[in-house]
């Protein structure tokens, strides 16, 4: 029993957002981006519960409409069946689902019982004329992002396993929800979601309190509550049915079409697909809102939904515009249509028939390493661990893939199952080799003076850049004053490690010793490829709590920490070195080298080096 849709305190561009989808699933779905405990999951789940039922074929795992006969659809073949409705269907995709399980694959049964190949439907099926469902969608590994872009794109399932091959309409409502601490989603999957919507807690008392009473009400009596909020519930049924029925007759004036183009053109959106959301989610707008045709206001609402995650161009970009921007450029006069370019006399040898020759355009490389070329570090390899992409013959396996090592059998012998050697097959298992990078930063008062923090603050700011493009966790420990500080927890989200980098004050003594032991109790819990960048000139003066010798102590601890591959980047600018940083890494078995030295870009290529 899912929480009333109509239940939901405030997040009005959340529920707007559902409802257009809802309405229109061809706008393409809606991201849900925010922090835990927004009612992300809540608003998407009661989605289902509001939307008009379905007809399909009774007894259909395809979710077959009324007249619909489809070849491998047995409910559909019967020469008569029972129609009946059901309730939107609403498919979860879990994280940890293979490609079998989204797709679907052999059915044993029927080669078993009827001796032929048949389809047994996989959650891309159920989800057809419903809605697909995947909480924490960035953290979906990225062989099932792939296969979801080709069928929600194209609105065909083509399933090939094992001499089967079908293919089977899955047309579906995408929602996805997201915790931005935890890493980000792929540029092009994040494209494919047509709306996007930032929410956060309530930041009103009174909001706040609604919500828990709310909630409390519901956990103690969810039939009474639900009861409550049932008419509500059919009123705001009823209406979107309407709107369904009004969408296909609402007219978008000829100067609304052209503002569109001109505000993805002026905020340099490069898709395409941009214009055409935007124009979907304000004809549907305006249908939801009774009217017939679109106004300049729908095309605001609508893009405040449709442009935000499309405008990003780089890492550490707020991927969001203010309103007031917005008016701005819906008040600027489009720039003037290109002039047809007058007839001139055709060129002699066109006369002729003969094609002009002409000098091919130029072509340009931009200068950029081979690491940047290559795009992420952590390349999707076979590992014992991790998510089951294929499977392989193999007469010795180390992974037993039992479902294809029978369905081989039974292929190869249907009438009399046994299985043999022969038959066997592999599971091929792919992870990414992600890297956890931990970055410690000396942030005494010797790194305020001469601007070295500054220095320091950009050239970790690259390296964060290269970890962003590649996908991997980092995590930020501070040292100053008397103590060290995890600074950022390990995250994905090198949004916030700029942010807290940005904001980091500096003074006072150096505590390298407490840096180095809190760097080896983060990477004890982070065992996946770390690698460890000290940024400091070593020269440590505040011992460990009880006393001691301050280097001595830092030399111990990097004793301690030689097993982690690890660079010092040398932040000491005096006329005269002590070397405390050079010393520092020969203990690690580090390489050490001075910020002076090293543009942003050689840094970079140095760590690509290191971890690659």
């Known amino acids: 029993m899912s929480y009333p849709f109509s239940a939901l305190v405030g997040q009005d561009q959340l529920t707007l957002a559902l409802l257009l989808c809802g309405i229109n699933p061809g706008i393409g779905g809606v991201l849900i981006q925010g922090d835990k405990g927004t009612a992300k999951s809540t608003a998407a789940r009661a989605l289902a519960e509001i939307l008009p039922p379905i007809q399909r074929i009774a007894g259909s795992r395809f979710n077959t409409e009324p007249g619909q006969v489809l070849d491998f659809d047995a409910a559909s073949q019967s020469g008569e069946h029972e129609i009946e409705e059901v309730t939107v269907p609403l498919v979860n995709l879990p994280l940890g689902a293979t490609e079998d399980r989204l797709l679907g694959q052999l059915d044993l049964e029927s080669v078993l019982n009827e001796r032929r190949r048949a389809l047994q439907p996989g959650l891309l099926a159920q989800a057809h004329r419903g809605i697909l469902y995947i909480d924490e969608v960035n953290l979906l590994p990225d062989h099932l992002v792939d296969v979801l872009l080709d069928v929600a794109a194209s ?130 707008l305006a249908a939801f809102e009774g009217r017939m045709e679109v106004h300049a206001a729908d095309i605001k609402r609508a893009a405040e939904l449709v442009l935000p995650h499309r405008r990003r161009k780089k890492p550490f970009e707020s991927p969001s515009f203010h309103s007031s921007e917005l008016d701005d450029l819906m008040n600027t006069p489009p720039p003037p249509l290109p002039q047809p370019e007058p007839e001139t006399e055709p060129a002699k040898e066109e006369v002729l028939g003969v094609a002009p020759v002409a000098e091919p355009p130029a072509l340009t490389v931009e200068n950029r390493s081979m690491e940047a070329l290559n795009g992420r570090r952590s390349e999707v390899t076979r590992t014992p661990r991790g998510f089951k992409t294929q499977t392989v013959p193999s007469t010795s396996p180390t992974d037993l893939a039992l479902t294809a090592s029978v369905q081989q059998a039974l292929i190869r012998n249907p009438e009399t199952f046994q299985l043999s050697r022969q038959d066997l097959h592999q599971t091929i298992r792919t992870g990414k080799t992600g890297h956890f990078i931990l970055f410690v930063v000396d942030a005494s008062g010797s790194m305020a003076a001469s601007r070295r923090m500054e220095a320091v603050k950009g050239s970790v700011l690259s390296l964060l850049t290269d970890a962003y493009q590649r996908r991997d966790t980092v995590a930020v420990i501070a040292f100053r004053g008397v103590e060290a500080q995890l600074l950022l ?74 097993t982690i591959p690890a660079l010092v980047l040398d932040t000491d600018t005096a006329y005269v070195r002590l070397g405390r940083a050079s010393e520092l890494a020969q203990t690690l078995g580090a390489e050490c080298v001075s910020l002076e030295d090293f543009s942003a870009e050689t840094l970079t290529r140095t760590v690509s080096g290191l971890i690659s």
């Open 155 to 284: 609105g065909v399932n083509t399933v090939q396993r094992e001499g089967l091959s079908v293919s089977h309409p899955s047309r579906f409502v995408l929602i996805g929800t997201m915790n931005p601490e935890e890493g980000a989603l792929r540029p092009q999957f994040l494209d494919r979601f047509g709306l996007m919507v930032n929410v956060q807690a309530p930041d009103t008392i009174a909001e706040r309190t609604e919500v828990v009473r709310r909630r409390m009400a519901y956990d103690q009596a969810p039939q009474v509550f639900m009861d409550h909020w049932q008419p509500t519930q059919v009123t705001l049924q009823a209406r979107i049915a309407q709107a369904r029925q009004r969408l296909p007759q609402v007219q978008m004036p000829e100067g609304l079409l052209t503002l569109i183009s001109q505000l993805c053109t002026q905020l340099q959106i490069s898709s395409l697909r941009a214009d055409l959301v935007l124009y979907k989610t304000a004809i549907t």
């Open 489 to 562: 927890e390990p995250t994905q989200s090198v949004e916030r490690a700029e942010v807290a980098l940005r904001t980091l004050p500096t003074g006072g003594r150096t505590p390298l010793p407490q840096a180095l032991q809190l760097a080896l109790d983060v990477l004890e819990q982070q065992p996946e490829n770390p690698l460890l960048i000290i940024l400091s000139d070593g020269k440590a003066n505040v011992p460990l709590p009880g006393g001691g010798d301050a280097w001595q102590q830092t030399l111990e601890l990097a004793t301690r920490l030689r």
